[in-house]
């Protein structure tokens, strides 16, 4: 798992309450990512990071805002969760530069009732 | 932005035959296309990866080959075996965009003993 640990591994929450998704990274890589998977739509990515308090918007970034204080960790937030936002996440980290591949985690899957 | 299709959405295959799965993608920019394998309950684990200079590439039993052209790229399995049953997904990036990774939808593999 290229030392990347996501917490929680499972929640389960309700419509409208704020929930945060943590990815600590062990080896001080400067890119990450959090993607969600759903059925039929592969994994599509949410915001990335490229360092410290540098971050930017993926294809679905709508309903979710992300912060990177430190190097390690990578925080994803829902500020009112929605049905909608049921899903699995994964944290991925790049190991190098240019076209390195994308080390993943295990995942939080996250249920919105 | 870049879009992915993978084809077909499930695959079964008896121990011993090849397995194909096939991507096609739109943005002619791209010019990284990992594979990955997802095992029940865990993260998406990179198999094999090429880069847009590469015709074709292999790994013991796994290949992949890339027609630039055409926009689609290719996993072949071959000689498969009970713990290649997983979900593969492709993927495709453009390195000098942060390496954002835009994934196909998934082809599920089972393999029949």
């Known amino acids: 798992d290229a030392g990347i640990t996501q917490s929680p591994r499972h929640k389960v929450t309700e419509t409208g309450t704020p929930v945060t998704l943590r990815c600590h990274q062990t080896e001080n890589h400067r890119y990450m990512y959090w993607y969600r998977q759903d059925p039929g739509h592969g994994l599509r990515l949410i915001h990335y990071?490229?360092?410290?308090?540098?971050?930017d918007k993926g294809e679905v970034s709508d309903g979710y805002s992300v912060s990177r204080s430190k190097t390690e960790d990578f925080l994803l937030t829902l500020e009112s969760a929605t049905s909608s936002q049921t899903s699995v996440y994964f944290c991925?980290?790049?190991?190098?530069?240019?076209?390195?591949?994308?080390?993943f985690g295990n995942g939080t899957r996250l249920t919105v009732t | 932005g870049e879009n992915v299709e993978q084809h077909p959405s499930t695959l079964s295959v008896q121990e011993g035959d090849s397995a194909v799965i096939k991507c096609t993608y739109s943005d002619s920019a791209s010019n990284y296309f990992p594979w990955y394998k997802q095992e029940l309950g865990k993260g998406p684990q990179l198999i094999i990866d090429i880069r847009s200079n590469v015709g074709e590439k292999k790994d013991q039993r796994i290949a992949v080959t890339l027609n630039k052209t055409a926009k689609h790229f290719s996993l072949h399995i071959t000689e498969t075996q009970p713990e290649d049953s997983a979900v593969y997904f492709c993927?495709?990036?453009?390195?000098?965009?942060?390496?954002?990774?835009?994934f196909g939808g998934g082809t599920r593999v089972l393999v029949k003993p």
């Open positions: 993927a495709a990036s453009i390195t000098a965009a942060g390496n954002k990774l835009t």
């Open positions: 990071s490229y360092g410290v308090k540098d971050t």
């Open positions: 991925a980290i790049r190991t190098g530069e240019g076209g390195s591949p994308l080390h």
